[in-house]
T-cell receptor
Framework: SAVISQKPSRDICQRGTSLTIQCQVDSQVTMMFWYRQQPGQSLTLIATANQGSEATYESGFVIDKFPISRPNLTFSTLTVSNMSPEDSSIYLC??????????FGPGTRLTVL | AQRVTQPEKLLSVFKGAPVELKCNYSYSGSPELFWYVQYSRQRLQLLLRHISRESIKGFTADLNKGETSFHLKKPFAQEEDSAMYYCALTGGGYQKVTFGTGTKLQVIP
C-alpha cells in the first residue's frame, strides 16, 4: 500500500489568488497524478507528474493555470492559479503501484469566494 | 479513447436485497477494470479488480468482454455498504486511470 498525505486539507480563498497543494508519499513512486472532483461529479485527471520532467496535462487543463512541481520521487505540488469560484473542488493526488492499483490522498477541499 | 459509463447516479435498495451496480466500458485493447469505493468522510479506496477474481466484503465483479461490462454485485446488501462506487479502467503499465461518474448506493434499513 501507500500512505499519502495532502496539505492543506481544506482552504477558503479569494478570487484571483493562488493556492499550492502539497502531496507527500511515504515511499518513492515513479508517477503521481492530480485529480479534480467537482461537487457531485466524478474524478477528472488534471495531469500526470513525473519526477525530472514536465507534467503531462489532460485536455482542458494547462500549465499556466495548474503548474505542477515534482522535485523528487516522494513529493509533488499542484498550484491552482488565479482562482475563480469555478475552481471550487476537491483536489486529489494519487500514486500507482506495480499492481496498477491507485492509492489516493485524503484530498484538499478548496472553496473560492 | 477509453471511457467508463455508470448509468445510475443513485441506487437505493433495502437491506438484504441483491445489489448490482452497472459499469460499461469502451477500450480498444485489453483493459484492467477496477471498482473503487468512497465511504462517507473517507478517502477513495480500491474495492476489487477484475484480475484478482476475488470477493471483497461480499462483492464480486466479472469482466464480460463481449458486453464490455464489469458490473458489481452483492447478493445481500448491508447498511455499511452505503457509499459512492466508481468503476475505473486502465490500459495497464502505469497508464492513467479513467473513472466513471460514480453510483451512490443507499441501503435502506
Amino acid at each position: 500500500s501507500a500512505v499519502i498525505s495532502q496539505k492543506p486539507s481544506r482552504d477558503i480563498c479569494q478570487r484571483g489568488t493562488s493556492l499550492t497543494i502539497q502531496c507527500q508519499v511515504d515511499s518513492q513512486v515513479t508517477m503521481m497524478f492530480w485529480y479534480r472532483q467537482q461537487p457531485g461529479q466524478s474524478l477528472t485527471l488534471i495531469a500526470t507528474a513525473n519526477q525530472g520532467s514536465e507534467a503531462t496535462y489532460e485536455s482542458g487543463f494547462v500549465i499556466d493555470k495548474f503548474p505542477i512541481s515534482r522535485p523528487n520521487l516522494t513529493f509533488s505540488t499542484l498550484t491552482v492559479s488565479n482562482m475563480s469560484p469555478e475552481d471550487s473542488s476537491i483536489y486529489l493526488c494519487s500514486v500507482v503501484r506495480e499492481s496498477n492499483e491507485q492509492f489516493f490522498g485524503p484530498g484538499t477541499r478548496l472553496t473560492v469566494l | 479513447a477509453q471511457r467508463v459509463t455508470q448509468p445510475e447516479k443513485l441506487l437505493s435498495v433495502f437491506k438484504g436485497a441483491p445489489v448490482e451496480l452497472k459499469c460499461n466500458y469502451s477500450y480498444s485493447g485489453s483493459p484492467e477494470l477496477f471498482w473503487y469505493v468512497q465511504y462517507s468522510r473517507q478517502r477513495l479506496q480500491l474495492l476489487l479488480r477484475h484480475i484478482s477474481r476475488e470477493s471483497i466484503k461480499g462483492f464480486t465483479a466479472d469482466l464480460n468482454k463481449g458486453e464490455t461490462s464489469f458490473h458489481l454485485k452483492k447478493p445481500f446488501a448491508q447498511e455499511e455498504d452505503s457509499a459512492m462506487y466508481y468503476c475505473a479502467l486502465t490500459g495497464g503499465g502505469y497508464q492513467k486511470v479513467t473513472f466513471g461518474t460514480g453510483t451512490k448506493l443507499q441501503v435502506i434499513p
